[in-house]
RNA sequence: UGGGGUAUAGCCAAGCGGUAAGGCAUCAGAUUUUGAUUCUGACAUCUCCCUGGUUCGAACCCAGGUACCCCAG
């Protein structure tokens, strides 16, 4: 009987992918990943759970531990906690700390679940292991495993996989890919679990949803500066540190009305690391939050290799439309893209995901964006 | 201590005797397994710098203060 180990986090979708594996057959374990630890982690500032006498990822584990009782299947706790440091968290802080603006939970999902709990899942004799993301598996004739976008394309999370590869696609389910959302809520409430009705978690993985700006004042201290009008030069007004804020970003800045100016909103568009300037416009459509050709490194291509130009889709963010634009290989790991048509607020550091129709062709880390020619991540 | 101007919520800013527009910011909710974006809602009621006065009624009129700005010195 094929074994697989399931990542039961304590959520509806994986309770039920969990129920699916089951009735198609599989022998199923579940296993629990618990991978940040708020006291441990110096995780302080801006934690809304840290004096609760339960915390969440603990009511996740009783959550994951009744569905588990439920299903009829076994439970396994397993700690990632250092990993998720040393690969994800790590690397987050670099990231942000360059002034850029990563995505960790693609970067969880390459070294965390489809990595290292795919080591324990082996380690424990299982031939799979599964998730509830919404992705669909597609096999060939031919052996070749394909990755796709999920039936429900409102859910669909290929995004947040485009950093693995074809070996861990291969030893992975995803028994949500012909299902939606509502489907799923469905069954649970027919085989009455528990977690039915909970809400979907959001905010970044294991961490939660959370006041971002506070959290990060855990790792990245303050350093207040000045913003500037890119068109005028003006200051305009003073924030807490540019790590803080992203390109295209609207809420936190404090910018109120300027006398003599009409009242807009204001939008990031540049960040000057070194000295800690942040540079907004006062137009949704500004000039300065468009580009139209970036470089993307860290290339996880699924698909053959070509040296032709691509015309693919490309989301630049999560649940985004596909982009039109033409990929060049620049060499393996390097990928040259020209946009359809000047895109807004590109942002290094986030992930590029290609797609052929409903399939993903990888995707990689935004490196260097340009607009008309000239290079706009640094340097203004 | 000559002249002129302005004082309305955190910031801009309408209002010109009839019982406080709007925007930005902020906060809350929705959406969302990144960060954002987006959407909805809330947000001056011993109140319109202070103190008096006129009036049935004042943020708006009058008087006197106070603060700031500008031009002359």
């Known amino acids: 009987m094929t074994k697989v180990m399931i990542g039961l986090s304590g959520g509806v979708d994986s309770a039920v992918a969990a129920y699916l594996l089951k009735k198609q057959g599989y022998e199923v374990v579940g296993g629990f990943m618990r991978n940040w630890d708020a006291i441990a982690n110096g995780d302080f500032l801006g934690n809304p759970t840290l004096n609760d006498s339960c915390c969440p990822q603990e009511k996740d584990y009783e959550d994951a531990k009744e569905v588990a009782k439920k299903l009829g299947i076994e439970l396994l706790r397993i700690d990632f906690i250092k990993e998720y440091w040393d690969y994800v968290f790590s690397y987050f802080l670099e990231e942000y700390n360059k002034g850029r603006t990563p995505n960790p939970d693609i970067f969880c999902n390459k070294y965390i679940k489809f990595d290292a709990f795919l080591k324990f899942a082996r380690d424990q004799g299982c031939d799979f292991i599964a998730t509830g993301h919404y992705a669909k598996r597609v096999d060939k004739e031919d052996g070749v495993v394909e990755l796709h976008k999920a039936y429900d394309l ?3 999370q290929t995004y947040f996989l485009s950093q693995i590869n074809n070996e861990q696609i291969a030893s992975c389910l995803f028994p949500l890919g012909d299902i939606d959302k509502p489907k799923v809520r469905e069954i649970a409430k027919e085989l009455n679990l528990n977690v039915a009705d909970k809400k979907d978690s959001t ?3 294991f961490i939660g949803e959370r006041n971002f700006k506070e959290f990060l004042k855990n790792y990245i201290p303050a350093n207040k500066g000045k913003i500037i009008d890119i068109n005028s030069n003006e200051v305009v007004g003073e924030h807490d540190g540019v790590m803080y804020y992203t390109i295209g970003q609207r809420k936190g800045l404090g910018i109120g009305g300027i006398s003599g100016r009409e009242p807009r909103s204001w939008f990031v568009c540049y960040k000057d690391v070194k000295n800690n300037i942040l540079y907004v416009a006062d137009e949704k459509e500004d000039e300065h939050l468009f580009s139209d050709r970036a470089i993307i490194k860290n290339i996880n291509w699924l698909a053959e290799r070509t040296n032709d130009p691509l015309h693919v889709g490309c989301k630049f963010r999560y649940r985004q439309q596909d982009n039109g ?13 020209i946009f359809d048509e000047p895109y807004k607020a590109v942002t290094t550091g986030q992930a590029a995901v290609f797609y052929m129709g ?17 290079r706009i991540d640094i340097k203004k």
């Open 358 to 374: 409903t399939r993903m062709l990888g995707g990689g880390i935004i490196e260097e964006i340009y607009y008309k020619g000239k």
């Open 203 to 205: 905010g970044v993985c």
């Open 154 to 156: 409102n859910k669909d």
């Open 325 to 337: 634009v033409t990929l060049k290989f620049i060499d393996d790991d390097t990928i040259e893209l």
